[in-house]
């Protein structure tokens, strides 16, 4: 079996619950398909901007990562980090320098270390729950109104939602470096 | 329990099996996010495609309606319609004008109505299936590496990434109407 065959099937994983599993493959599949999409990337494309985009791709990834943690805490520990000092440092990925300092001068190799390094952190957190807990309301002041399935299908749907604007962000930039 | 509150929540749908309500709620989520990433747009704003783009929002939303179109057939009826007569009308905006005429001229409440429909009949057909049907393989030619599970939430997830692409496109139209 090859691995493009493997990612064409959601199938039960037997070190996460039923419901869990589905959502893990889910998020599995689409942080293969992130990792797909900038590969290879230099610094400085990484950093750049074309004409009529706001964020950069290097922007993008540290905010992907840094949605995982806030759901880390969220979820896991019933909190709410937005105000935290230890999520200050992430801050600024989150609101993509609205509140903290843009992404810059990263590379490649550097932001996906953090993105493996805290999905690695929610894989081995979801390991240790189940079924019942997904269904469960989230306790963390001001995120009341989720549950639990919602908040991880969240972070999911938000990594595919960037990953779309990478794709385009990347298709610009080479068309921008054709016409220089 | 206001609108926003629910969306926020995926909780089991008495229409349908455990996993094939979960699904639905995500591909219910998705697509109240892309109605609301459209919202108000005129037929000029849906055929613009602005500087470093490659396609209009009109163009983008024919494809998600045509991406549901496409996996009914090969989901529900076991074929491939690619090289289908039935299908024919949907190649354009499914290769984005690839192969077949570019989606164009097309008002919001028809492109809308068009999602809607072929939405309904998905669903409709869900509700007609069960988790073991949607744990199995598709036997579609050429789909056979695939299972029902993984097919619909590549619908879903296709379609996020699009809405992640509309939001950009849709700023850039903004940025370039302020600015002239």
């Known amino acids: 079996m090859t691995d493009d065959q493997r990612w064409t099937r959601i199938e039960p994983q037997p070190e996460y619950t039923p419901g869990i599993g589905v959502l893990v493959e889910m998020m599995n599949y689409a942080r293969m398909t992130t990792l797909q999409a900038v590969k290879d990337m230099s610094m400085a494309e990484l950093d750049d901007i074309p004409p009529g985009f706001s964020n950069s791709i290097g922007m993008l990834l540290a905010h992907v990562a840094a949605t995982d943690r806030l759901y880390q805490a969220v979820s896991f520990e019933d909190r709410d980090p937005f105000e935290a000092p230890d999520y200050a440092p992430y801050q600024g990925a989150m609101t993509f320098g609205w509140k903290g300092e843009k992404v810059q ?49 969240h972070v999911m749907e938000d990594e595919v939602s960037h990953r779309g604007q990478i794709r385009l962000i990347r298709k610009a930039l080479k068309r921008a470096e054709a016409s220089v």
Do not use: C, V, Y
Request: aromatic share 10%.
């Open 105 to 153: 001068g990263r590379t490649l190799e550097d932001l996906l270390h953090e993105l493996n390094e805290t999905r690695a952190a929610t894989l081995a957190q979801l390991a240790k729950l189940d079924d019942a807990w997904l269904a469960s309301r989230i306790k963390a002041p001001g995120f009341e109104d989720m549950n639990q399935h919602w908040a991880w299908f």
